[in-house]
């Protein structure tokens, strides 16, 4: 079994619990814990750790549990002979230190919230996997009748504990996705985080059909049926969070391949100036969701951040006096103050159903979670045209684009005209890891796509993240939304009206003022908040 390092766990965890998934410290928030930790370090005569570029060694962290790890907010992070070295956000716990270490101590200061990120790197979930995996072989061995994978099986089962501890990780390392892969000898097990996926571990073979079965019966799938994809969904508290996990299994040539989409609950809603939206955007964009009636569409493709914006509208617009009804598939977050319907085909419960039943609950605003078929876009524009607020998402490469998908599916063009008022279009780009930011030049083909795409060399210079332990190496950390906002004008209705090609709409949507995704990703470029080629590997336009 090979273990891979992967992303450290977020910032600002508690410091005398399980780690929590909290907002990220701003980076004023950083420089003033770094300034004080450097008064500190000067006050008491101590030098400070640069948990940057500076790892725990696994010796020296395994002196300590996590849990007192982050009682103390302290890490160890060398051990030589009897003396231990360890990074402190507070000299004074040095008593505490030499207790729980029962061994001398040199103290090193950071700040509090680079401390929690080395716990995170220093203390990982998988770390006890390959005892689990060992005991695993070792029963599969002797062949015993009573396998792990049962739906009896303990919590202590390997197989059991071997899938808990993948969750556990992925959650800390703020994974959307769990890919579950087997290739022959071996089960790969990679994490996406901030869009990208990164291996993370490699079971060996032998465990992966169990492991198969596990989640499956987590998720009441079939575990017989080993051809058929399946879907279903888990339910489950992970280290005191609440978390929804969406499974999807798949045939492939070396067995089945299993997805985890992670839906954290407890993590906190964006509201819409935290998306991303620069602020005359976010304004005219607030402005639209107070209209009585209408239609918004949300346009993007898999995985673009189109269910966070509706949600961060959800809350702009969400009051006493109005009826707010959702249909969903799944329900990703849940709000105390709006009625939220789940789908579910197998009971009879679809998209156009759920949208019809919802009319006849005297609904003021319907958040209707994806335009799917002409059925439910029909009902949807004719909920807009009779009253309702509406707002939903669509797949679509951009706002333009959304307009021409509805007319595909049979929308008739006066309909869409008089119904839809506006749409946004957005795609995620990593941010510059601010933790080591460094300037570079371009290559040349990164300065030419800038140059077309209206951009000018940043006052200060390009910068890009040089790769440190807070950011797992890739230069990036967190992500943030690109817009595009189109506002239906009666223009753009006309040439709706008039069935016009993509690029006309366009056209006049950007004389009107639109701003495109890629001039906003430029914009982003321009404030060093990321690089050119992120912009270039997640906006992906044609003639933008």
Do not use: W
């Amino acid at each position: 079994m090979k273990l891979r390092k992967a992303q450290p766990e977020p910032r600002h965890a508690a410091p005398n619990a399980r780690p929590e998934v909290l907002p990220a410290a701003t980076e004023q928030d950083l420089h003033i814990e770094r300034t004080r930790a450097r008064h500190l370090a000067e006050q008491y005569q101590l030098d400070l750790a640069d948990l940057r570029t500076v790892s725990p060694d696994p010796a020296a962290a395994a002196l300590i549990d996590e849990q007192t790890a982050r009682a103390l907010v302290a890490v160890p992070l060398a051990l030589q002979d009897d003396v231990v070295t360890v990074a402190v956000a507070d000299p004074s716990i040095v008593d505490d230190l030499r207790f729980a270490l029962g061994r001398r101590v040199i103290l090193r200061l950071a700040a509090p919230t680079d401390i929690l990120h080395a716990i995170g790197t220093a203390y990982r979930a998988l770390t006890g996997i390959d005892d689990r995996v060992k005991v695993f072989e070792a029963r599969d061995a002797v062949r015993k009748d009573i396998r792990d994978d049962a739906p009896g099986a303990s919590d202590d089962a390997p197989v059991v504990q071997v899938v808990q501890l993948v969750i556990t990780q992925a959650l800390r390392d703020r994974a959307s996705d769990v890919h579950i892969e087997p290739h022959g000898d071996r089960v790969r097990v990679r994490y996406r985080i901030d869009g990208a996926l990164h291996d993370v571990l490699e079971l060996p073979g032998s465990i992966g059909p169990a492991v198969v079965s596990r989640i499956k019966i987590l998720s009441d799938l079939n575990i017989v049926e080993r051809r058929r994809p399946q879907d279903g969904q888990i339910s489950m508290d992970v280290e005191g969070r609440p978390v929804d996990i969406r499974v999807s299994t798949t045939s492939v040539v070396g067995g089945e391949k299993v997805v985890l989409r992670l839906l954290d609950k407890s993590r906190p809603l964006y509201r819409l100036e935290q998306l991303g939206m620069p602020n005359q955007m976010a304004a005219t964009y607030s402005s639209l969701l107070r209209a009585p009636y209408g239609m918004v569409i949300c346009a993007g493709p898999t995985g673009s951040g189109k269910t966070t914006t509706l949600y961060g509208s959800l809350g702009e617009i969400n009051s006493p006096e109005r009826n707010i009804m959702t249909i969903e598939d799944p329900v990703e977050y849940t709000f105390d103050s709006i009625n939220q319907i789940q789908i579910n085909e197998a009971a009879g419960i679809t998209f156009a159903g759920g949208l019809r039943s919802i009319l006849r609950q005297d609904p003021d605003v319907i958040l209707v979670g994806e335009v799917r078929d002409v059925e439910t876009a029909r009902i949807a524009v004719q909920s807009a045209l009779t009253g309702h607020f509406v707002l939903s998402s669509l797949h679509a490469t951009d706002a333009a684009t959304a307009l021409h998908r509805l007319l595909d599916m049979g929308i008739e063009t006066f309909l869409i005209a008089s119904s839809v008022t506006a749409v946004v279009s957005q795609r995620l780009v990593r941010r510059v890891c601010t933790n080591c930011r460094e300037y570079y030049e371009p290559k040349a083909e990164e300065l030419a796509f800038l140059a077309s795409a209206g951009g000018g060399t940043p006052a200060d210079g390009f910068v890009r993240g040089a790769g440190c332990n807070f950011c797992a190496h890739t230069g990036f950390l967190e992500r943030t939304g690109v817009y595009e906002l189109m506002p239906v004008s009666d223009a753009i209705r006309e040439l709706v009206v008039d069935r016009a090609s993509h690029d006309e709409i366009r056209k006049v949507a950007r004389y009107e003022g639109m701003r495109t995704l890629t001039e906003e990703g430029v914009r982003l470029v321009e404030q060093g908040v990321t690089t050119i080629g992120e912009v270039m590997r997640s906006i992906y336009m044609v003639g933008s």
